[in-house]
């Protein structure tokens, strides 16, 4: 991160209050206002998190391998792959979120597609949107099948060797 960025971001962040605290910039998010990236970054924190705790349904241990296959599950061509599954689930309102984020100007991506990477960001906003919104249940919903859908595809995957 460029020196001039961090500094501008910790003097809004850590700008103290009348009572000593670090004083709060917006009093509410609206997630329709924010740009499809940073909706895109929440979605992605989100489902990092929704992986990582469906994933202790399965082991409770061994940390390294749970974290190596939440990983795996959670990187952009898994999403794509997933979205493709998902995609006939979504409301016409969730379609255009997905499109938002999708069509959103973003560095190259390292180990997918671009067209993976555009999709997995779409997702990820679509997610970040509902968290915002405190759509708690739909926001739950898209993401077990999500995960169902990662899941399923992995089995088949294993199961032919590949």
């Not at 009348?18 to 917006?26: D, H, T």
């Not at 909706?39 to 749970?66: C, E, P, W």
């Amino acid at each position: 991160m460029k020196f001039k960025a961090a500094r501008k971001i910790a003097d809004e962040v850590f700008e103290p209050d009348e009572a000593g605290g670090v004083r709060e910039r917006y009093g509410a998010i609206d997630a329709a206002a924010l740009p499809p990236l940073v909706l895109a970054y929440v979605g992605d924190a989100y489902f990092h998190l929704f992986v990582r705790k469906r994933l202790l349904s399965y082991t409770q241990s061994q940390v390294q391998i749970l974290n190596q296959f939440g990983a795996k599950i959670v990187s952009a061509v898994w999403q794509a792959r997933a979205y493709a599954e998902i995609e006939p689930m979504l409301s016409a309102e969730e379609k255009d979120i997905f499109r938002r984020g999708r069509n959103a100007h973003s560095r190259t991506p390292r180990a997918s597609s671009v067209r993976e990477y555009h999709i997995s960001t779409g997702f990820e906003a679509l997610l970040g949107t509902l968290y915002l919104r405190e759509a708690h249940e739909r926001l739950r919903e898209i993401s077990e099948a999500a995960f169902q859908a990662v899941a399923k595809q992995m089995m088949e995957a294993h199961a032919s060797g590949k």
